[in-house]
C-alpha cells in the first residue's frame, strides 16, 4: 500500500523519514507560527499529529481543511517539540481527497451525547468513543474464534432461516416470500405455507444450539457464532432484535467440564483484549471515570473498567447450587429489609435484582449457578437424578443440569447446561412442555444413534462487549442496532 | 478434560501408558484371536483402532458395538502389529455411552451417495467426507479472521434484517411480524408496514457493502463475514438462498491495491488450508480421484485436488481488462467454431463459459478481469475518465473500475471494485438506474463529508469452500442448506 496506517506509523516510527499519513481530519489549531492538524484515520485512537508553518499553505486549501475533512499529507516525519506526542509530521504536501462543511458536518469538536449518536449510526464509528468500542468488538471476536481454534473447536454455521423453534421460547420473525397484502390461503383460511419460498413456514433463528448439537455429536467440539433474532418487543438498554451468539457445544463434556470451558473462555477472551485494545480500553477507562463523577457518591462503581476487567481474570468464579443461592438471598439483608423487589424461595426464576446481589455485594466476583429447577429451564437440559437439599435439610427437586454465568453490571452473561442424553427422558419431557418430537426427529436422532453426555452453553456477544467496554445501552456495542421501529442503515 | 481427543493422541503418541478415548465406532471387525475396532471422535479424520482380545469381552457388550454406536474406552496405548495403523489401545475397559440399532442407523459401513446425504445432513458429518468438509471449512474460516486481523482490518458486523436493498439487485425475503392471513393496509388497500416490528418493511440482506463502507471511511479497513441471503427460485449445484459472504472495504485503496488484496488474501488462505488441513485434503483429493475415474478421459480434469491448489498459490494471477478479455474471446477458437452458446461482444455480461474458457484454457491460471462496461455493473462503482480501446483502436465505454476474480471450475469467485467516491457522479447513477438517492441518505453522506477513494470486494464463502474441497454441489459445503423447498434441520 502506498500509505502507513497511523497505528503503524506510530509504532515503528521511522524519525527522519519521509512518510505519507491519510486519514480525516479531527481538529485544527492555528497558532502564530504554525498550523496544527489532528490526523486519524480509524486504525488507533490516536492521532498523529501533522504540522504546516504559517503562511506555507495557501488560504484556500487551509480553508477546507476542517473537521472531518479527508487529507493525504506527505511529510518528513519529526520529534514532536509539543507535549502530547512523540512524533510528529512536517507537511510537504497536501490532498483533499473530501472536504466537511462545518455548516453540515454533524460531529464537531465538542461532546455529543450517546442518543444523538445513535441517530448518525453511520457516522459515529468517526468519533473516539465509538471507534474503539467498533476495535475492541473486533478483538473480542477475534479472540473467540482464536480461543475455540486453539482448543480443536470447529466453527459450525448453523442455519439463520429455520423450519423450528429451537427452545419453544420467544417470540420469531417471519421470512417469507409470499404476496404480502392477499397471502395465499388453504381451505380453512389459513395461509398456505407450501407455496412460500420454503414450501413451510420459515423464522429467523432464536438459537444454533441444536443444530450445534448435531455438529458436537460427529465431530466432537464445535461452536457458532452468528446472528440470532428475538422478535420481542423490549425497548430497554440490555435487549435487541439482532444480536450475535456464540455456542459451544462439546460431546462428552459434563456439568462440571462446562463450568470449565466457560471460566477459562471468559477470562482468556478478556485478557486477550487487555493486551490488544490497551489503548482504547484506557480512552473507555477514562471516559467511565468521567461519567461516573457525574453521579452521587452512593451509585458510583467501586471498581474502575480496567480495574473490573483485572478483577474478573485473576479470580476464580465462585460456584454454587441454585438452591445454595436460594438459602443466601433468603438470608440477605435486602430480603429482610423487603428491598428485593420481586420475592425470593426456592422455584423462583431469579431476577437480575437476585443476580447482581449475589455478585456485587455477597461475592463480590463473578458466579457460577448450577443445578436450577427443572420448571424454569428449558426442555434440552439433563435431568439430575438426585434431589437438591436446602441448608435446614429440606428437599427440593426435581432439577437439571444447568449453569448460569453472573457478572457484575450484567447479570447472567453466559447461559448452558449439560444436555439430556436419554432418548426416553428428553422425548417424556418434550411431551410435558407441549413440543411434538415428530418435529424435531432429527434433533433426537443423536439420541436414538450413538448418544453421548454432552454440554454447552450460550454467550450473547454484545453482553460480554458491553461488559469490556463498560458502555451502559447495547445499542452502543453493535454497528447498526436492530430494535422495535429501528431499522434505519 | 478426562479423555484425549484422537487427533492429539496420534500426534502425542504416548506409547505404553493408559489412555482413554472416546467416540463412535466405524466399523468393528472380529477374528479368531481378537476384535478390532475403528473409533473416530470427529477431531480428525483417522481412526483409533481399539483392540480386544477375543472372549476378553462379554458376548452382550459386544453385541452392542455396531456401527455408530458411542463409546469411552480406556486401555494401554501400543504399537499396532496390524498394518495401517501406528498405535492403537488395548482395551481394559468399555463403557457404551449409546448404541445405533444396525436395523436403523442409515449410516452403515457402505458408499452412500450424496444425494442420499443431503437428506440425513444432521447425520452426514458423522461420514469421513462431510467431517473433513467442516473441518475445512472450519479452517479455511478462521483463516479468513486472522488474515484479516494480521492486516489491520476490523471485523464489522453489518445488519442482517435491514431497510434497503443493498444494490437494487436480487429477490429479498420479506422479515415481518404482522399477522400472516391478515395484515394490517392501509386505506389504499397496501400493506401497513408502519405496524410491524421495525415500523417499516424489512428485509434479509443480500449484502453488507454499503454499511461496510460506512465503517471503512471511519476505521479505514473493515471486513464482514456474515450471513447473506437471495431468494431467487434458483436449484443448481451454484446457488444457495442463504450463504456466508467476506466482504473487506478499504479506506484509500484503488483498483490496483483491490487487486493486490484479493490475490494476496486467495493466496494465504489457501496456503493455510494445505498446511492445516492435510490429512483432510488427502482424503478428498483421493475421493476426487476415484470419482473423476468413473468420467470419460476427456472430461477427466487435468490437475488433481492437491495439484490445483498448489497450482494457484504458486503462479500470479493474470490480470487484464474487459476489453482485452473479449478481443481474446472473439479470436478464440470456440467462438469461430461458433461452439460457445452465449455470443461474445464488448458490452456483454460474460458467461460461465466464456470465464472457464479464459482461466481454463487460454491462460490455465486465475485471471482478474478489470474495468468492465458500466451497463453491467453495479451503481457504486467507480467510474473510469479514459475510454476503453480495442485490438484494431476501437473506443469503447464507458467503464468503471470493477475486477472479477476468476478461478477454474468455478468460474468468479470474487466480485469487487473501487467504490465511486465523487457525490455528484455518485447521485447522477443512482437517478439513471432508478435508485432514490433519499432512500440511501446515509450512504451519500460518506461523499457528502469526507469522502476519500476506496475499495472492497466480496467473496462467498461457499464458493471457495467448493473450491478448495473439490466437491461439485454447493450444498455439500455447507452444514444445513438453504434452497427452494429446503429448510430442514
Not at 18 to 25: A, L, N, P, R
Not at 210 to 225: Q, R
Not at 362 to 379: G, M, S
Not at 420 to 435: F, P
Request: aromatic share 10%; net charge negative; glycine share 8%.
Amino acid at each position: 500500500m502506498s500509505y502507513l496506517p497511523i497505528q503503524q506509523l506510530l509504532k515503528t516510527a521511522p524519525i527522519g523519514t519521509t512518510v505519507t499519513v491519510k486519514g480525516w481530519v479531527r481538529t485544527k489549531r492555528e497558532s502564530k507560527n504554525a498550523v496544527f492538524i489532528a490526523l486519524n484515520d480509524g486504525s488507533t485512537i490516536n492521532n498523529i499529529q501533522v504540522v504546516s508553518e504559517a503562511g506555507q499553505l495557501p488560504e484556500e486549501t487551509l480553508k477546507l481543511i476542517t473537521t472531518g475533512s479527508c487529507l493525504a499529507i506527505t511529510g518528513q516525519l519529526v520529534e514532536s517539540q509539543g507535549a502530547g506526542q512523540a512524533v510528529e509530521v512536517k507537511i510537504s504536501s497536501v490532498t483533499i481527497y473530501g472536504t466537511a462543511d462545518p455548516e453540515k458536518y454533524p460531529l464537531q469538536p465538542k461532546r455529543h451525547s450517546l442518543e444523538f449518536l445513535r441517530e448518525i449510526a453511520h457516522l459515529r464509528p468517526r468519533t473516539n468513543t465509538f471507534s474503539a468500542i467498533l476495535r475492541i468488538r473486533h478483538a473480542l471476536a477475534f479472540a473467540v474464534h482464536q480461543y475455540f481454534n486453539d482448543n480443536g473447536f470447529y466453527y459450525l454455521n448453523t442455519p439463520i432461516i429455520t423450519a423450528s423453534d429451537a427452545e419453544g421460547a420467544g417470540e420469531m420473525f417471519r421470512v417469507t416470500t409470499l404476496n404480502a397484502t392477499k397471502p395465499p390461503l388453504t381451505e380453512d383460511g389459513k395461509v398456505d405455507y407450501s407455496q412460500d419460498f420454503f414450501g413451510r413456514e420459515t423464522n429467523l433463528t432464536v438459537s444454533g444450539q441444536l443444530e450445534g448439537e448435531l455438529g458436537a455429536m460427529a465431530l466432537g467440539k464445535i461452536y457458532t457464532f452468528g446472528p440470532t433474532f428475538r422478535a420481542e418487543n423490549s425497548n430497554t438498554t440490555r435487549h435487541l432484535a439482532e444480536f450475535w451468539m456464540i455456542e459451544p457445544e462439546m460431546a462428552f463434556f459434563e456439568l462440571e467440564d462446562n463450568m470449565n470451558l466457560a471460566e477459562d473462555f471468559l477470562k482468556t477472551i478478556i485478557r486477550y483484549a487487555l493486551q490488544h485494545c490497551a489503548d482504547d480500553l484506557a480512552f473507555l477507562d477514562n471516559r467511565l471515570k468521567e461519567e461516573e463523577k457525574t453521579k452521587k457518591k452512593e451509585e458510583q462503581s467501586e471498581l474502575g473498567l480496567l480495574e473490573k476487567l483485572q478483577f474478573v481474570i485473576s479470580n476464580d468464579f465462585v460456584r454454587l447450587t441454585y438452591t445454595e443461592a436460594i438459602d443466601i438471598l433468603i438470608n440477605s439483608k435486602p430480603a429482610k429489609k423487603g428491598q428485593f423487589q420481586y420475592e425470593v424461595g426456592w422455584g423462583v426464576d431469579l431476577q437480575s435484582e437476585h443476580e447482581r446481589y449475589l455478585v456485587e455485594k455477597h461475592f463480590k466476583k463473578p458466579v457460577i449457578l448450577t443445578n436450577y429447577p427443572r420448571e424454569i429451564k428449558a426442555f434440552y437440559m439433563k435431568q439430575d437424578t438426585e434431589s437438591a437439599v436446602g441448608a435446614r435439610g429440606e428437599v427440593f427437586g426435581p432439577t437439571v443440569r444447568a449453569m448460569d454465568v453472573l457478572f457484575p453490571g450484567i447479570g447472567e452473561i453466559i447461559g448452558g447446561s449439560q444436555r439430556e442424553d436419554d432418548l426416553d427422558k428428553l422425548t417424556a419431557r418434550m411431551h410435558e412442555v407441549g413440543i411434538e418430537p415428530e418435529a424435531l426427529w432429527w434433533y433426537l436422532d443423536t439420541r436414538r444413534f450413538g448418544s453421548a453426555p454432552h454440554a454447552g452453553f450460550g454467550l450473547g456477544f454484545e453482553r460480554l462487549v458491553l461488559f469490556v467496554t463498560g458502555m451502559g445501552n447495547i445499542r452502543d456495542v453493535i454497528p447498526f442496532p436492530r430494535a422495535p421501529k429501528t431499522a434505519e442503515f
